[in-house]
């Protein structure tokens, strides 16, 4: 059975900082792709982070570009959002995605909820 967990979600102020951490069981994590997703009240859910297998390779949305990082260290089965600089914008729901090649979206976290406040 998959499972993707994450944590370290919680309130911030806007200007903070926070890391998201997602672990990934019942799967060869090596062999998925790795993504971050989010969706904030009344949007469409939305990619804003992913990294290949091996890690060599990331994409970012242009919203968080420069302000968030992903990495993974797969001896681990953990993928990281680090979040910098954070906006209210950035308030939403944080999901955690794992597919088989990058652009696809086989298991979803649960989410972990970020509120960044003014």
């Known amino acids: 059975q998959v499972q993707l967990v994450e944590s370290g979600g919680g309130l911030v102020q806007a200007g903070g900082s926070l890391t998201l951490s997602c672990a990934a069981s019942?799967?060869?994590?090596?062999?998925?792709?790795m993504n971050w997703f989010r969706q904030a009240p009344g949007k469409e859910r939305a990619v804003i982070a992913a990294?290949?297998?091996?890690?060599?390779?990331?994409y970012y949305a242009d919203s968080v570009k420069g302000r968030f990082t992903i990495s993974r260290v797969n001896a681990k089965n953990t993928v990281f959002l680090q979040m910098n600089s954070l906006k209210p914008e950035d308030t939403a729901v944080y999901y955690c995605?794992?597919?088989?090649?990058?652009?696809?979206?086989?298991?979803w976290g649960q989410g972990t909820q970020v509120t960044v406040s003014s």
């Open positions: 990294i290949t297998r091996s890690g060599g390779n990331t």
């Open positions: 019942g799967v060869t994590f090596s062999s998925y792709s």
């Open positions: 995605v794992a597919g088989l090649r990058m652009g696809e979206y086989d298991y």
